[in-house]
């Protein structure tokens, strides 16, 4: 592997060294601080990373995965709201501001935040949409709203061994993108409406086989 520096404009990659390329096909793979738009947008973030593989020493692996895949009649087998929920709980407490609550979103590149269990002892969550409606719509300043007068209380709540059908049935019926998945009483993740497209995208789907007599 070869290391060269690069200079991003935020479309196209400027390299700064001349790549150590003889007569070889390489593939250029890029290392950037942080998410893409915010490596274009910060003129801080502009310096990369660039490796160099070479193709040759990838290429049976690769064409070995390729064929498995095509010959693989297996169909897609059940997966569980376990499996593919997002892990990484942040909760804000329901006396804190909008603005503060937005920041934290925006710090982990979250679209939604829980908000602790106020007077009533439920939980209770904030989401972008909120913000857009209650804040930006409502043309009201966020350093002057508590996120309890914008959370959406109770929670909806699903366990980590319900199907990826019927959560998403629930949320259909209860006309809902998030649910809090709890375990023994304990808030253990959060699925979303794009967490089950992303599996149905990477994975495919498809009605579980019938089983025989």
């Known amino acids: 592997m070869f290391t060269v520096r690069g200079r991003f404009d935020g479309k196209t990659i400027e390299l700064l060294e001349p ?34 593989f070479s193709l040759d020493r990838y290429a049976a692996p690769l064409k070995q995965r390729l064929r498995a895949s095509q ?3 297996e169909a897609p087998r059940p997966f569980t709201v376990g499996e593919v929920m997002t892990r990484k709980v ?22 939604s935040v829980l908000v602790e269990p106020d007077a009533s002892g439920e939980w209770g969550i904030m989401t972008m949409r909120d913000v857009l409606q209650k804040i930006v719509a409502a043309d009201r300043s966020p ?10 209380r ?12 019927d959560c998403s049935k629930l949320m259909i019926d209860r006309n809902i993108r998030r649910a809090a998945v709890r375990e ?19 994975r495919g789907w498809g009605p579980a086989p019938a089983t025989g007599e």
Request: a negative charge; aromatic letters at 4%.
């Open 19 to 52: 790549p150590p390329v003889d007569e070889q096909t390489f593939v250029l793979v890029t290392f950037l601080e942080g998410p893409l738009e915010t490596a274009a947008a910060r003129a801080s973030r502009r310096e990369v990373s660039v490796a160099m």
């Open 71 to 73: 010959s693989s009649t």
């Open 90 to 111: 942040i909760s804000v407490a329901p006396d804190a501001t909008a603005a503060e609550a937005i920041h934290i979103m925006n710090r982990h590149g979250i679209t």
């Open 143 to 152: 350093e002057d709203v508590a996120v309890k007068a914008l959370a959406s």
């Open 154 to 165: 109770p929670l909806v709540y699903v366990s980590p061994d319900m199907s990826l059908r």
């Open 184 to 202: 023994r009483d304990q808030i253990v993740g959060i699925i979303s409406d794009t967490d089950i497209f992303q599996v149905v995208e990477e």
